[in-house]
C-alpha cells in the first residue's frame, strides 16, 4: 500500500500555514517574532539598518557568509573581490557547483537578490591591491569589512579607511583559530598598523594551513553582532577599539588581547 501524502500547492497563501509561521505575522504589536526575532520587527531598526551600507572587501569563506547575513539583516552592501569560485572554495565558502568558474561578487549578488531585493547592491570584481579609484567606492560606505586573506590588501584599505577615517573590522581565519581587530580610527583607537605593522608581518596565510569549514561562518556572525551593537549606538565603539578578539575552537577559548595605540605607528599618527 502506497502512503499519500496531501502538498500544500501555495505556501504562502495557504491561512494556516501563515498563522503558523512568525516570518508573516511581523507588526508593531508583536515584538518577539521567532524567525525574525525583536531586533527586526522593530522600525525604527529596521530603518536604521536601511539607512546603512557596509563594504565587504574579500568574498571567500568569512565574507561570502557575512554577505548573507548581512542582507538578511535588511543592509545595503557593496562585494568586491578579484576571485572567481573554483571548486576548493566549496567545502567553506558561500557557493555551489552551479558557480563554479564565475566571479564570486557575481555569485553572491545573484544569491542574495534571491533573498532581499529591497536593499542596495553593487559589486567589483577587482583586486583592491592594484586598483587606483579604491578610495571612491570605500567613500560610499558607513562600515568596511576586510576578509582577505593576504596582508598587503589589508594594510592598503587600512591606509585608505583611515584617510576617510570609516570604522573598519578586520577578519581572518586560519587552522582552528578566528580574529577579530576593530578600529573607528579616533585619536585613542589603534589602527589595523599599529599591531600588524613591519616587524610583526608573520601572519599567516589561509592557503599555508588551511582553515576548518565551520570557522569562518562563526567569525562572520560575531563580527556583525559588533556590527550591530556599533549602528545602534555609536558610542559603543569604546567598547571594541585596542582590542583583538582571538577564538580558539581548538580548546574552545576566547581571548581578549588589548594594545596600546602605537605613537610611532606610519599610518594613524602620520609616522610622529
Same mark, same amino acid.
Do not use: H
Given at each position: 500500500m502506497q502512503l499519500k501524502i496531501k502538498k500544500e500547492k501555495d505556501y504562502e497563501n495557504?491561512? *494556516?500555514?501563515? !498563522?503558523?509561521?512568525? =516570518? =508573516?505575522n511581523i507588526?508593531? !504589536?508583536?515584538? *518577539? @517574532?521567532?524567525? @525574525?526575532? %525583536?531586533? /527586526?520587527?522593530?522600525t525604527k531598526i529596521r530603518n536604521l539598518f536601511n539607512s546603512k551600507t557596509i563594504t565587504i572587501i574579500g @568574498?571567500?569563506? &568569512?565574507?561570502?557568509?557575512?554577505?548573507? /547575513? &548581512?542582507?538578511r539583516s535588511n543592509i545595503n552592501l557593496i562585494l568586491i573581490d578579484k576571485d572567481k569560485v573554483d571548486f576548493?572554495?566549496?567545502?567553506?565558502? !558561500?557557493?555551489? &557547483?552551479k558557480d563554479l568558474n564565475k566571479n564570486k561578487t557575481d555569485c553572491l549578488k545573484k544569491k542574495i537578490k534571491k533573498i532581499n531585493k529591497s536593499i542596495s547592491i553593487e559589486n567589483?570584481?577587482?583586486?583592491? #591591491?592594484?586598483?587606483?579609484?579604491?578610495?571612491? &567606492?570605500?567613500d560610499e560606505s558607513d562600515f568596511i569589512v576586510v576578509a582577505t586573506d593576504n596582508m598587503e590588501s589589508k594594510k592598503k584599505i587600512n591606509e585608505i579607511s583611515y584617510s576617510l577615517k570609516i570604522p573598519t573590522i578586520f577578519l581572518s581565519a586560519y587552522s582552528n583559530i578566528g580574529e577579530? /581587530? /576593530? #578600529? *573607528?580610527? %579616533?585619536?585613542?583607537s589603534s589602527c589595523f598598523n599599529c599591531f600588524y605593522n613591519k616587524k610583526n608581518d608573520s601572519h599567516i596565510k589561509l592557503k599555508q594551513v588551511g582553515v576548518i569549514p565551520t570557522i569562518p561562518t562563526i567569525v562572520s556572525l560575531n563580527a556583525l553582532n559588533i556590527i550591530y551593537e556599533i549602528f545602534k549606538n555609536k558610542k !559603543?565603539?569604546?567598547k571594541f577599539i585596542n582590542t583583538i578578539l582571538r577564538f580558539d575552537f581548538a580548546n574552545i577559548n576566547i581571548t581578549k588581547i588589548k594594545f596600546n595605540k602605537n605613537n610611532k605607528c606610519e599610518v594613524c599618527n602620520d609616522g610622529i
Open positions: 495557504n491561512k *494556516n500555514y501563515k !498563522n503558523n509561521i512568525p =516570518f =508573516f507588526n508593531e !504589536n508583536n515584538k *518577539n @517574532c521567532g524567525i @525574525c526575532g %525583536s531586533y /527586526f520587527s522593530d @568574498c571567500g569563506g &568569512i565574507g561570502s557568509y557575512m554577505a548573507e /547575513f &548581512i542582507a576548493t572554495n566549496l567545502e567553506r565558502q !558561500n557557493y555551489n &557547483i567589483y570584481n577587482i583586486d583592491v #591591491t592594484k586598483y587606483e579609484n579604491l578610495q571612491d &567606492i570605500l577579530i /581587530f /576593530f #578600529t *573607528n580610527y %579616533s585619536k585613542e !559603543n565603539e569604546e
